[in-house]
């Protein structure tokens, strides 16, 4: 089965999938494999990513018009993480239950380094205003469904609900 994210930057740390999304993998372990969040069964993702950069999402959204702003951004990333490393700092306590149409998911809320810094540059460089984004890793999808693009704070505020800790004896 071919992977649904390819590595990039000439390191085997960063990735970028299909929708154009630059992501940082992480490793979770001893996680349960089902949580019930309001009568919702969800299923433990098979692997897990902070995303950093959702470049489709945030030419939709901001409709950024910059002619090949998708090779742009992937470009400036490559060069920005060669001197700014992007890395997880630490899971904060704070859990989330994220809905849109059809879609369910639990996530936890990190911290990444130089991410803010990587903002600021394509900002100032391409004369735009992109938010930074809410880093978290997506924990629990309902089982066949995918997960849900946070790109911004009105996300957070518009499609997720503060949650109680769903893996209490877990340690992230």
């Known amino acids: 089965m071919e992977s649904k994210f390819k590595f990039m930057c000439e390191k085997n740390k960063y990735t970028i999938s299909a929708t154009n999304t630059i992501s940082l993998p992480v490793l979770l372990k001893d996680l349960p494999s089902e949580v019930v969040i309001n009568g919702n069964k969800l299923i433990l993702k098979s692997s897990f990513h902070v995303s950093l950069v959702c470049i489709n999402e945030i030419i939709k959204k901001y409709c950024i018009s910059v002619p090949n702003f998708r090779n742009l951004v992937v470009k ?70 995918l997960g849900i693009f946070l790109i911004d704070a009105n996300d957070i505020k518009n499609l997720t609900k503060s949650i109680p800790n769903p893996i209490e004896h877990s340690l992230l």
Do not use: A, M, Q, W
């Open 76 to 145: 400036d990333f490559c060069d920005f993480v060669k001197t700014n490393d992007i890395y997880l700092l630490n899971y904060l306590e704070e859990f989330r239950f994220v809905t849109e149409n059809d879609l369910k998911t639990v996530i936890v809320i990190c911290k990444v380094s130089n991410l803010d810094k990587f903002f600021d540059f394509i900002n100032k460089k391409y004369k735009l205003k992109i938010e930074y984004p809410p880093t978290h890793v997506t924990l629990y999808t309902l089982e066949g469904k």
